[in-house]
């Protein structure tokens, strides 16, 4: 059976650009899930990531609670998009997803942020975090970093016996708007940090730099994935030596086998599901149920309580955490 709602791939008529927009499922609600523009060796490759994308996030909403099914947009960009070229691509985006009718809205991923979501909204109203002064709740990664850190809380008290962050520590794969901030949110623990992008090399004082390699193999408590998805893989899992994963990075498994491989390592996987989920519960709160912004948050930190249940009943049972995420998501 094909596994989506609807797939819409067209070259966009402003842009000239593959404009990609996936619906997963509606079946809770309306669709959502963001936009992200990425160069990709070939078109496909961005159709393959909206796919996979939009089917994670009819995940990441069940296990969040919310009445919402999963989506995704890929625009598939050159690396020297001009200014003009990228306000043509977002409109093109905010026409695709205003034929859908509501059947799904869009909000920033990586390569976007909230003034994108303003040219999109010139075109739809089916978009989330445009800018605060335009009326939307602003940039997601401020609470996408802190439900990681209470996601991080949660595991830690699990795998460690206490939720103090300050006694551990972290190595941070990706210091973009997320990474950064769950490294700021880490005051007094040890960490290790790294990016592709050298200019972040001297963005969070007191860490240590490394490498994307070596980060990702480095001797810590937990590693925390903060870049793009696929870095667990059956390549990478044996060289691990952290005794922990949990970062807000989506589909952070190159295929669902591997969570197996990392269980059966004795390496803690806290599914990205439900880490990354803090953006999402604080946008559609505050802009469609008009929650008051401090309230969200706790709706935010609420992501600690449902991480460390899904550990406990995981551990009971014998399996790893992604089983019962999987099984979670399924029967709600
Ligand atoms: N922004 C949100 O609210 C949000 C919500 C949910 C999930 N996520 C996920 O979290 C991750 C980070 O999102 P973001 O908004 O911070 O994106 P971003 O584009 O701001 O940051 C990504 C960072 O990763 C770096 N990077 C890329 N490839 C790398 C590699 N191979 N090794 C090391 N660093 C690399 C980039 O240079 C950049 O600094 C993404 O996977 C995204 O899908 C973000």
Known sequence: MFPYERLSVRRGPESGLPIIVAIHSTARGPAIGGCRLASYPDWRDGLADAL???????????????????????????????????????????????????????????????????????????????????????????????????????LCEFRFGSPDLSRRSFAILGLGRVGAQIARLLPGSHLVVSDIDESKRSLIPGAEWTSPEKCLQADVDVLVPAALGGVLTPAAVPAL???????????????????????????LW????????????????????HVPPAEALTLVEAIGDTLGA?????????????????????NS
């Open 52 to 154: 996979r994308l939009s089917a994670a996030m009819t995940d990441k909403c069940a296990l969040a609670g919310l009445p919402h099914g999963g989506g995704k947009t890929v625009v598939v960009a050159p690396p020297d998009l001009s200014p003009a070229g990228r306000v043509a691509a977002m409109h093109d985006v905010g026409t695709t997803i205003d034929e859908l009718g509501g059947a799904y809205a869009t909000g920033p991923d990586v390569g976007t942020g909230p003034s994108d979501m303003l040219l999109i909204g010139e075109r739809t109203d089916h978009v989330f975090c445009r800018p605060e002064s335009a009326g939307g709740s602003g940039d997601s990664s401020p609470a996408t970093a802190a439900g990681t850190v209470a996601a991080l809380r949660a």
């Open 270 to 289: 806290a599914p990205d599901a439900v880490v990354s989920a803090g953006g999402i519960i604080h946008a559609t709160a505050v802009e469609l149920r």
């Open 310 to 330: 899904l550990l406990r009943a995981a551990a009971k049972d014998g399996i790893p955490p992604a089983e019962v995420a999987h099984r979670t998501a399924a």
């Open 241 to 267: 030596r952290c005794t922990a994963v949990a970062g807000p990075a989506n589909n952070q498994l190159d295929a669902p086998a591997t969570a197996k491989l990392l269980h059966d390592r004795g390496i």
